[in-house]
C-alpha cells in the first residue's frame, strides 16, 4: 500500500487548502495554535484562507511539557462546548509538539475530524508534521500514546522560519542530519558543506529531507519494518530526553538526538558495521554544531531504564536503527547493555 502526505510549499500551500475547503465546506474552522504562532503566524495565515466557515481559536502553551492527555482532554472539552461537529476542520500551526497532539486530538475528537498541518519550525516541517504520527507523551515517555493518522495535506511556508530562535532550528537540523545519514551520502556531503542555516540556504534541504521521508514512510507507513530507519539516534535520544525531561530541565527534541546520532554511530562502529573514519566524521561534525549535554555517568541506569520502554524494542531486547555506512542504515539490530554503557560513557569523557 502506499501512502503518501500531500505536501504543497510556499503559495501552492495556501491554493491547496483553499481548495480542499471548497471542496469539503467545513462546518467550522478550527485553528490550533500556541501563544508564539497565534502572535507570529496566524495572522499572515487568516489573511489568505478564502472560507465563509466560522472560524475558532484555540490556543495552547508551547513546550513539550504539555505535550500530554491532560491538555488534550481540554482540548476536546473546548471543542465540545464550542459544539464543533464532525464536518469541522482543524488547522495546527505550530512546532512538532503542537501538530503530534492537534492530529491526535482530531483523529479522537468524534471518532475523527479531518486536520491540516502547517508546520512552523524546521522539526516539523522536516519531520513531525510528515508521515502520520500523531500522539503525546505519557510522563516523560515520549510519544507513549497515539497513532497514525495522515492529515489532509501539508502546507509547509519556510518563511515561517524566520521567526524561530537559532536553537529551534539546529534542533530541527538535527533531523536533516539524520536523514543524510541513513538514505544518502550525496545529501550528508552537501548537508557537511553548509555553513549558513538562514532559512534561504535551507529551503532545498527541507525539500530534500521531505522527499527522503515521504520516500520511506510510503514503504512503511505503519513502521512494522524500514520506517524504523528514521529512529536512527533516536533510542539514546529519546531516552536522554525523557530523563531530562522527568527532570525538569527539558533539553530540544534535536540536542536528544544529535547527542544519541554520537553515541549510536559509536556502536554502529563497534557492531563491525561503520569504518572509523566515518564514525570520527560524524563525531566531528555533529559536535561541531551542538553543545555537549550535560550528562554524569550515574544518570546512566535511569537513561537505560527509559531505553527499555523504546516503541521499537522487541521480547524486552533494545532494537537499534545502526549505520552499515553513512548513507545506509540496518534496523531491529540488538545491542548489549553494556556497549550502550560504553558508548555513552565515551560521550560524557
Ligand atoms: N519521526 C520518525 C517517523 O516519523 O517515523
Redesign the pocket.
Known sequence: MNFINPIYYGVEGIKEINKYIQSYHPSKIVFLVDENTHELCYPKIITEIESSAEIEILEIDSGEHNKNLYICINLWEALTELKIDRKALLINVGGGVLTDMGGFVANCYKRGIPFINIPTTLLAMV??SI?G?TGVDLGSHKNQIGNFVLPQLVHVDVGFLTTLPTEQILSGFAEIIKHGLIADKKYWEEIIRLDDRNPDYLEPLIKTSIEI?KKV?SNDFT?SGL?KI??FG?TVGHAVESFFLENNTPILHGEGVAMGMIVESYISMKKGFLSYPEYEEIKLYISSLYPKLNLKKDYFDDIFSFMQNDKKNVNREIKFVLLEKIGQAVYDISVEKELIKEAIYLYIE
Open positions: 519531520d513531525a508521515g504520527k521521508k514512510v513502521e520506517r528514521l529512529n533516536h
